[in-house]
Protein backbone atom coordinates (compact mmCIF):
# COMPACT_ATOMS: atom_id res chain seq x y z
CA UNK A 1 0.00 0.00 0.00
CA UNK A 2 0.89 3.38 -0.59
CA UNK A 3 -0.32 6.85 0.32
CA UNK A 4 -2.77 6.76 -2.77
CA UNK A 5 -4.22 3.69 -1.94
CA UNK A 6 -5.62 4.92 1.65
CA UNK A 7 -9.50 5.35 1.94
CA UNK A 8 -11.10 6.68 4.98
CA UNK A 9 -12.19 3.31 6.57
CA UNK A 10 -7.81 2.38 6.14
CA UNK A 11 -6.88 4.94 8.08
CA UNK A 12 -9.04 3.64 10.81
CA UNK A 13 -8.40 0.00 10.35
CA UNK A 14 -4.64 0.07 9.34
CA UNK A 15 -3.32 3.09 10.65
CA UNK A 16 -5.71 3.33 14.16
CA UNK A 17 -6.63 6.76 13.18
CA UNK A 18 -10.09 8.09 14.01
CA UNK A 19 -11.59 11.24 12.05
CA UNK A 20 -13.46 13.80 14.28
CA UNK A 21 -14.91 16.78 12.71
CA UNK A 22 -14.55 20.39 14.76
CA UNK A 23 -13.91 23.65 14.18
CA UNK A 24 -10.16 23.69 13.60
CA UNK A 25 -10.37 27.95 13.12
CA UNK A 26 -13.14 29.60 14.80
CA UNK A 27 -11.83 32.84 14.30
CA UNK A 28 -9.34 33.64 11.47
CA UNK A 29 -8.20 37.05 11.02
CA UNK A 30 -7.74 37.63 7.02
CA UNK A 31 -5.04 38.03 5.44
CA UNK A 32 -3.61 40.76 3.00
CA UNK A 33 -3.56 39.05 -0.52
CA UNK A 34 -0.51 39.49 -2.70
CA UNK A 35 -1.31 41.72 -5.92
CA UNK A 36 1.31 39.19 -7.80
CA UNK A 37 -1.32 36.29 -6.69
CA UNK A 38 -4.64 37.58 -7.74
CA UNK A 39 -3.08 38.81 -11.13
CA UNK A 40 -1.17 35.08 -11.65
CA UNK A 41 -4.80 33.52 -10.66
CA UNK A 42 -6.51 36.23 -12.69
CA UNK A 43 -4.33 35.56 -16.20
CA UNK A 44 -4.38 31.76 -15.63
CA UNK A 45 -7.87 31.99 -15.57
CA UNK A 46 -8.41 33.76 -19.25
CA UNK A 47 -5.52 31.79 -20.54
CA UNK A 48 -5.46 28.44 -19.29
CA UNK A 49 -8.12 25.42 -19.12
CA UNK A 50 -7.29 23.95 -15.93
CA UNK A 51 -9.48 20.91 -16.14
CA UNK A 52 -6.92 17.84 -15.18
CA UNK A 53 -4.87 17.58 -11.30
CA UNK A 54 -1.63 18.75 -12.53
CA UNK A 55 -3.23 21.88 -14.11
CA UNK A 56 -5.28 22.94 -11.01
CA UNK A 57 -1.99 22.45 -8.87
CA UNK A 58 0.12 24.42 -11.48
CA UNK A 59 -2.27 27.28 -11.98
CA UNK A 60 -4.01 27.76 -8.18
CA UNK A 61 -2.65 25.72 -6.22
CA UNK A 62 0.98 26.61 -6.60
CA UNK A 63 0.56 30.42 -6.59
CA UNK A 64 -1.34 30.02 -3.40
CA UNK A 65 0.76 27.80 -1.80
CA UNK A 66 3.87 30.29 -2.34
CA UNK A 67 2.30 33.18 -0.94
CA UNK A 68 1.06 31.09 1.94
CA UNK A 69 4.96 30.42 2.66
CA UNK A 70 5.34 34.23 2.52
CA UNK A 71 2.84 34.81 5.16
CA UNK A 72 4.66 32.35 7.71
CA UNK A 73 7.78 32.84 9.88
CA UNK A 74 10.54 32.22 7.89
CA UNK A 75 12.16 30.13 7.07
CA UNK A 76 9.31 28.28 5.48
CA UNK A 77 9.79 26.03 2.02
CA UNK A 78 7.29 24.34 -0.19
CA UNK A 79 7.93 21.21 -1.76
CA UNK A 80 6.68 19.94 -4.33
CA UNK A 81 6.06 16.04 -5.51
CA UNK A 82 8.78 15.10 -2.75
CA UNK A 83 8.83 11.22 -1.51
CA UNK A 84 7.74 11.11 1.71
CA UNK A 85 8.66 7.34 2.55
CA UNK A 86 8.98 6.77 6.22
CA UNK A 87 7.38 3.64 6.34
CA UNK A 88 6.55 1.21 3.39
CA UNK A 89 5.29 -1.78 5.88
CA UNK A 90 3.06 0.20 7.30
CA UNK A 91 2.06 2.07 3.29
CA UNK A 92 3.69 5.63 5.05
CA UNK A 93 5.35 5.89 1.16
CA UNK A 94 4.88 7.72 -1.73
CA UNK A 95 4.99 11.10 -3.67
CA UNK A 96 3.32 13.95 -1.49
CA UNK A 97 1.74 16.51 -4.17
CA UNK A 98 3.41 19.42 -1.56
CA UNK A 99 5.09 19.56 1.69
CA UNK A 100 5.54 22.85 4.04
CA UNK A 101 8.87 22.72 6.18
CA UNK A 102 10.23 25.47 8.43
CA UNK A 103 13.64 24.98 7.09
CA UNK A 104 15.95 26.68 4.23
CA UNK A 105 15.35 25.67 0.93
CA UNK A 106 17.86 23.21 0.63
CA UNK A 107 17.24 19.81 -1.67
CA UNK A 108 15.84 17.25 0.90
CA UNK A 109 13.44 17.62 3.09
CA UNK A 110 14.50 18.42 6.89
CA UNK A 111 12.22 18.04 10.08
CA UNK A 112 9.84 19.87 11.35
CA UNK A 113 7.79 19.14 8.29
CA UNK A 114 4.33 21.74 9.12
CA UNK A 115 1.96 20.16 7.01
CA UNK A 116 0.91 18.22 3.76
CA UNK A 117 -1.23 19.76 0.77
CA UNK A 118 -2.95 16.75 -1.69
CA UNK A 119 -5.09 18.50 -4.79
CA UNK A 120 -7.77 16.19 -6.25
CA UNK A 121 -9.13 16.92 -9.51
CA UNK A 122 -13.11 17.55 -7.95
CA UNK A 123 -13.50 15.52 -4.98
CA UNK A 124 -12.03 16.56 -1.88
CA UNK A 125 -13.72 13.54 0.37
CA UNK A 126 -11.57 11.14 -2.32
CA UNK A 127 -8.24 12.28 -0.81
CA UNK A 128 -9.02 12.75 2.82
CA UNK A 129 -7.45 9.12 3.32
CA UNK A 130 -4.57 9.98 1.24
CA UNK A 131 -3.64 13.36 3.35
CA UNK A 132 -4.40 11.76 6.25
CA UNK A 133 -2.05 8.99 5.72
CA UNK A 134 0.67 11.82 4.80
CA UNK A 135 0.53 13.32 7.88
CA UNK A 136 0.94 10.23 10.07
CA UNK A 137 4.11 9.54 8.08
CA UNK A 138 5.22 13.76 8.22
CA UNK A 139 4.13 12.92 12.02
CA UNK A 140 6.68 9.84 11.98
CA UNK A 141 9.45 11.70 10.00
CA UNK A 142 9.48 15.12 13.06
CA UNK A 143 9.69 12.38 15.91
CA UNK A 144 12.76 10.86 14.22
CA UNK A 145 14.23 14.06 14.28
CA UNK A 146 13.34 14.33 17.73
CA UNK A 147 10.44 16.91 16.56
CA UNK A 148 7.24 17.16 18.37
CA UNK A 149 4.99 19.19 16.65
CA UNK A 150 1.50 19.09 15.55
CA UNK A 151 1.20 18.28 11.89
CA UNK A 152 -1.81 19.93 9.52
CA UNK A 153 -3.19 18.70 6.27
CA UNK A 154 -5.05 19.85 3.91
CA UNK A 155 -7.21 18.54 0.60
CA UNK A 156 -8.05 20.77 -2.09
CA UNK A 157 -9.62 21.20 -5.62
CA UNK A 158 -8.21 24.44 -6.61
CA UNK A 159 -11.20 25.95 -5.60
CA UNK A 160 -12.31 24.74 -2.07
CA UNK A 161 -9.88 24.07 0.37
CA UNK A 162 -10.36 21.61 3.63
CA UNK A 163 -8.17 21.98 6.14
CA UNK A 164 -6.70 18.74 8.94
CA UNK A 165 -5.04 18.50 12.30
CA UNK A 166 -3.07 15.72 13.39
CA UNK A 167 -3.28 15.03 17.12
CA UNK A 168 -1.82 12.04 17.77
CA UNK A 169 -4.65 9.22 17.34
CA UNK A 170 -7.21 11.62 16.25
CA UNK A 171 -7.41 13.68 13.00
CA UNK A 172 -9.90 16.67 13.69
CA UNK A 173 -11.21 17.94 10.21
CA UNK A 174 -12.09 21.57 9.56
CA UNK A 175 -16.25 21.54 8.98
CA UNK A 176 -15.62 24.49 7.14
CA UNK A 177 -14.19 24.31 3.77
CA UNK A 178 -12.73 27.94 2.12
CA UNK A 179 -13.21 29.10 -1.52
CA UNK A 180 -10.48 30.25 -3.18
CA UNK A 181 -12.87 33.72 -3.41
CA UNK A 182 -12.09 34.01 0.20
CA UNK A 183 -8.38 34.04 -0.73
CA UNK A 184 -7.49 36.69 2.64
CA UNK A 185 -9.43 34.22 5.14
CA UNK A 186 -7.63 31.20 2.86
CA UNK A 187 -3.89 32.87 3.69
CA UNK A 188 -5.18 33.67 7.12
CA UNK A 189 -5.52 30.01 7.55
CA UNK A 190 -2.03 29.15 6.47
CA UNK A 191 -0.54 32.28 8.39
CA UNK A 192 -1.72 31.07 12.18
CA UNK A 193 -0.73 27.39 11.01
CA UNK A 194 3.14 28.09 9.89
CA UNK A 195 3.07 30.98 13.01
Known amino acids: ?3 KNFDLDSIRTDLGLTLTPTTLFPV ?3 AAVPDWLTDTLARARRVIRARSEKARSETVVTPVLIA ?3 CGSPPITL ?3 ERLDVDPTR ?4 EADYILARSPPVPYLVAPLLGVVEAKKADIDLGLGQCVAQMEAARLFNL ?3 NDIIVYGCVTTGELWQFLRHDITTIAFDMNRYAIQQLDLLLGVF ?3 LK
Open 191 to 193: RDI
Open 1 to 3: MAF
Open 144 to 146: KAE
Open 68 to 70: AAE
Open 79 to 81: HSG
Open 28 to 30: VAP
Open 91 to 94: GLNG
